[in-house]
């Protein structure tokens, strides 16, 4: 049973470009969240979607969009890249409803050039 | 909005030894969860201890427990009997009961380091 895998595990772009990152959730979870984490702090969010829609947002610019396709797997997209983004990216998978653990992935560390 | 602080960017612990890691948190809210993760360097966050609000009882994991103190709003991870294994960033978050999805808001983290 493959767990949150996410890809690539590194990703190295110039500012100004585009960037997609993928997750595939945990068998059997139709919720997927992500996080960024830049280096030495914790987790923030960013948004989570359920049902192929954004159902909740942090506080991230519109620079930041994703999406989830009906199986359940998302992307997530960043426009415009800074060099304020480079951190490590984690997709968690759960099941609907604030009663089911996360599983997360190993993420993937994005560095802008 | 819900905010999480951890006061301790580092811990050391001798191996076999317990150690506490604190943690404090913000919220009007009654009811709430409380966690504690840890990332080893893997990257990979592990869910080591959940703790329901509306429970008096302190939850406990084999050799990992917690001291829930609701007034006060402590949330405190004890790591009995440490191995090496233990090393990590241990992160405290927390979880509204209230909204439609699982977002967690998490501390700044701790790095425990354990010697042999």
């Known amino acids: 049973d493959a767990g949150v895998t996410q890809s690539p595990t590194h990703l190295i772009k110039t500012r100004g470009q585009q960037v997609t990152l993928r997750c595939s959730p945990k068998s059997g979870h139709d ?60 997709c968690a998978s759960s099941l609907e409803g604030p009663n089911s653990p996360l599983h997360f992935g190993i993420g993937t560390r994005l560095t802008g050039t | 909005a819900q905010t999480v602080t951890q006061s301790q960017p580092e811990m050391s612990v001798q191996e076999a030894e317990t150690v506490t890691l604190s943690c404090t948190y913000d919220t009007s809210e009654s009811d709430y969860y409380l966690f504690w993760y840890k990332q080893p360097p893997s990257r ?30 402590s949330f405190s991870l004890k790591i009995s009997d440490s191995q090496l294994g233990d090393a990590a960033m241990y992160f405290c978050a927390y979880r509204s009961i209230n909204n439609a999805g699982n977002m967690l808001t998490f501390g700044g983290g701790t790095r425990l380091m354990v010697k042999p």
């Open chain 2, 44 to 73: 990979q966050m592990i869910l080591v201890i959940r703790q329901e609000a509306y429970k008096q009882q302190n939850a406990t994991e084999n050799r990992f427990s917690v001291n829930f103190q609701k007034a006060a709003k």
């Open chain 1, 31 to 90: 919720t997927v969240s992500w996080y960024q984490q830049a280096l030495g702090q914790g987790p923030q969010f960013i948004f989570q979607y359920y049902e192929e829609e954004e159902r909740q947002r942090g506080n991230f610019p519109d620079r930041f969009s994703g999406h989830q396709f009906p199986n359940y797997s998302s992307e997530l997209n960043v426009n415009a890249l800074l060099l304020g983004d480079s951190a490590l990216y984690l």
